[in-house]
């Protein structure tokens, strides 16, 4: 049975499954996914955040990562060590080992891990950062170390609110200017989607108006 809060959920935020990602979170970690929904339940999008100036890590991505925290996600690094061999005659009595590496390759921070579900926040990056993403998600889900991915990003539909916002804190920039259309939002990920190779299940929630306050 479907909870108040999972369709409270559902009529709030914009969800999108690829590869059967949400089938995966909600019926093999279900856990995770009440984890996810109590977290979204929750947040939501303060105009004074989205009007700071900002720089860095924004405050919005901060509070929300603290929602997903407080059940025990953490960001994660993965790192793998493989060992490659130059030589001839490999398993043969007569084998011959000319050189012998030791490669080692790591992801970058993953927001949030917890069990075999990974989660990004990209709140206002360049696009650019969804390849990455789906490079990462990529690599683990082959590996067997997740088995869906999650990237929380803005709804496009947010560039018309950015639009009616004005200016930004003690600035004369616009806030649209801020969250320009080459930036992370749903529209961007989904185009990706449909173009790239990435094997791994994915959920796209859409942060929209609907979680907007003053």
């Known amino acids: 049975m479907t909870s108040r809060s999972e369709l409270w959920v559902q009529n709030n935020y914009y969800i999108k499954s690829h590869r059967n990602g949400l089938s995966i979170l909600q019926n093999q970690h279900p856990k ?43 960001p994660v690094e993965t790192q793998e060590t493989t060992n490659v061999r130059i030589g001839k005659n490999f398993g043969k009595p007569s084998q011959t080992i000319y050189k012998d590496y030791n490669i080692v390759s790591k992801t970058h921070e993953i ?10 926040i990209e709140w206002n990056n360049k696009h650019q950062f969804f390849s990455r993403d789906l490079e990462a998600f990529d690599y683990l889900y082959r590996a067997g170390v997740i088995d869906a991915g999650i990237i929380i990003t803005k709804h496009t539909s947010l560039h018309e609110l950015f639009k009616s916002l004005g200016y930004l804190i003690s600035t004369t920039k616009a806030v649209a200017s801020k969250y320009g259309s080459s930036h992370t939002h749903t529209d961007k990920l989904e185009n990706l989607l449909a173009s790239n190779r990435c094997s791994c299940p994915i959920v796209v929630i ?8 003053f």
């Open 111 to 120: 927001d949030l891990l917890k069990g075999k579900i990974a989660i990004e």
């Open 32 to 74: 995770l996914w009440r984890d996810t929904i109590f977290a979204l339940r929750w947040f939501r999008l303060y105009y004074h955040e989205i009007v700071s100036p900002g720089g860095g890590k924004s405050q919005i991505t901060q509070r929300l990562e603290k929602f997903f925290t407080k059940k025990g996600w953490q």
């Open 206 to 213: 859409g942060l929209t108006e609907n979680i907007f306050r």
